[in-house]
């Protein structure tokens, strides 16, 4: 699915079963609740913090993919083209950081 499709398919869903969107604040407080449920199965599984009977079933796929949902509601809603504007981002972060990457010894 491109990313273009994914706008089409969410935009399609949100009319079909979710009524309308919910407003671009609402959506917000949703996209940092579903990003915190993201940083809550990495501090688990990758970092130090242990697993609570309430993470079972978690899965980082699925947060994650609730993350893009959000983030192609809120693209949608405001009229951004997030083929164009991923585009036009990697462009400027390769004229911008082409080198900069390539010279941190910490990289290394």
């Known amino acids: 699915m491109t990313i273009a499709e994914a706008q089409a398919t969410v935009d399609k869903w949100i009319k079909e079963n979710g009524v309308r969107y919910f407003n671009e604040l609402t959506n917000m407080a949703i996209l940092t ?22 993470d079972e079933g978690k899965e980082l796929g699925d947060e994650l993919a609730d993350v893009l949902f959000v983030l192609i509601c809120l693209a ?16 400027k972060k390769t004229s911008r950081d082409s080198d900069r990457h390539k010279q941190n010894r910490k990289l290394s």
């Not at 993201?38 to 009977?53: C, D, H, P, T």
């Not at 009229?79 to 990697?90: P, S, V």
């Open 33 to 54: 609740e579903e990003v915190g449920e993201v940083a809550r199965i990495i501090s688990r599984q990758y970092g130090e913090q242990s697993f609570k009977k309430s």
């Open 76 to 91: 949608n809603q405001t009229g951004i083209d997030l083929t164009e504007a991923m585009r036009q981002n990697l462009e």
